[in-house]
């Protein structure tokens, strides 16, 4: 039983070292640690631009223009492109921003408000307006 006693609380010690940030290890393995960890995070924003399809996909600074969602958009519309990639507009993560109709906007805490006269930044039809066209017989603009 004393053993028991003896290595629980010897392991309660070691994990609370670990929670306050104290690892087992020596200083010098310690600025290693964060000399490597330095390194990664620098590389990470360093990184270019994808060069697969793939590598665009949840990318945490490139987006492709053609990857934009129905309710996203480039803001502002003179945004620098950082690039092409197979033909397309690559932006950076940061100039693209969500959009909210009027009704969302009045929704948020604390209520915000349209200005009087001003123009939607994106107009989206409805799917409704889509298939009603389809219904008629009306072609998209492509056809």
Do not use: M
């Not at 990857?67 to 519309?77: I, R």
């Amino acid at each position: 039983e004393h053993k028991d006693t003896l290595w629980f609380t010897t392991t309660i010690i070691k994990l609370k070292a670990l929670v306050r940030g104290h690892p087992f290890s020596t200083q010098e393995e310690q600025r290693v640690q964060i000399s490597e960890i330095g390194a990664q995070t620098k590389a990470f924003f360093n990184e270019g631009i994808p060069t697969t399809l793939a590598g665009f996909q949840g990318h945490h600074k490139y987006r492709l223009e053609h990857q934009l969602g129905k309710y996203s958009a480039v803001y502002p519309k003179d945004s620098k492109v950082q690039g092409f990639f197979q033909g397309k507009k690559v932006y950076d993560k940061k100039d693209i921003k969500p959009l909210h109709t009027k009704s969302s906007w009045l929704r948020q805490d604390p209520p915000r408000q349209v200005r009087e006269g001003e123009e939607a930044y994106k107009v989206v039809e409805s799917k409704a307006k889509k298939d009603a066209k389809r219904k008629r017989g009306e072609q998209e603009e492509w056809q």
